[in-house]
């Protein structure tokens, strides 16, 4: 189970790359980017196949950043987000989010071997403030269930 101190962490961290936007714009990659964005993030979109996305500048890889960032988050399906913690792992990034959906045992193992702090399973919106209605709703649900960290 992730710890609320390795979210902390995670999200102490304000200069992002986030692997799983669409074209369309209306995926919950491109939903993460917005909020986070709108919170003051600085978050780097990476897409190896378009240039830009709702007018945001996209980055091909995590090696073409024009700067440092602190983790990555991943919202794909999980048979690519072990292609991604390998990405992540060849660019010295030490913490990396897997959105709900993404993650694999695999994948996770990847990031331990490479001694990548991981977070997997849990939903960013959640422990982003100001945290909206719906995201408030899942957290207080998996309080009360005992999935929420600690």
Known sequence: MTSLTSVKNFLSQRTLAIVGLS?????????IYR??????YTVY??????ERIDG???YPSLKSLPEHIGGVIIVIPPSQTERIVQ??????IKQVWMQQGSE??????????????????ECILMFTEPVAFFH???RWIWKVIGKYPK
């Open 23 to 31: 074209r369309s714009g209306k995926k919950f990659g491109n939903m």
């Open 35 to 40: 909020e986070l964005t709108k919170k003051g």
């Open 45 to 50: 979109p990476i897409h190896p196949d378009v």
């Open 56 to 58: 945001v500048r996209c």
């Open 87 to 92: 990405d992540v792992a060849n660019a010295g």
């Open 104 to 121: 694999s045992e695999k994948a996770i193992q990847l990031c331990r071997e490479n001694n990548i702090s991981v977070i997997a399973g």
């Open 136 to 138: 408030r709703l899942h």
